[in-house]
């Protein structure tokens, strides 16, 4: 079974790819000091200060590919086949 779907399927079911954030890099390094307090810690120990900035940081790299375009991204790299079988790619 093969999955596919284009650029086009994507922008015609309302997928946004680029977006504003709805709150700033301060309230979610806040956030972030809530939850260490939450868990009993205490954000403003020595190996705890720049936790909430390393969070924010990492979350922002993670989900950064939420804001990529997938025209730019995939460079024109869909094609269609009419193929249907497995491709196997042995010592590369």
Do not use: C, W
Not at 19 to 34: D, G, H, I, L, Y
Not at 35 to 61: H, S, W
Request: charged share 30%; net charge negative; proline share 5%.
């Amino acid at each position: 079974m093969t999955l596919s779907i284009s650029p086009n399927d994507i922008r015609k079911q309302g997928v946004i790819t680029e977006s504003k954030p709805p709150v700033s890099e301060a309230e979610m390094q806040q956030a972030v000091r809530t939850l260490l307090l939450g868990m009993g810690e205490d954000p403003d120990r020595e190996g705890l200060r720049d936790t909430p900035k390393r969070v924010v940081k990492a979350l922002k790299f993670l989900t950064s590919g939420y804001q990529q375009s997938l025209d730019e991204l995939l460079n024109g790299a869909v094609f269609h086949e009419d193929a249907n079988e497995m491709v196997l790619v042995r010592d590369i």
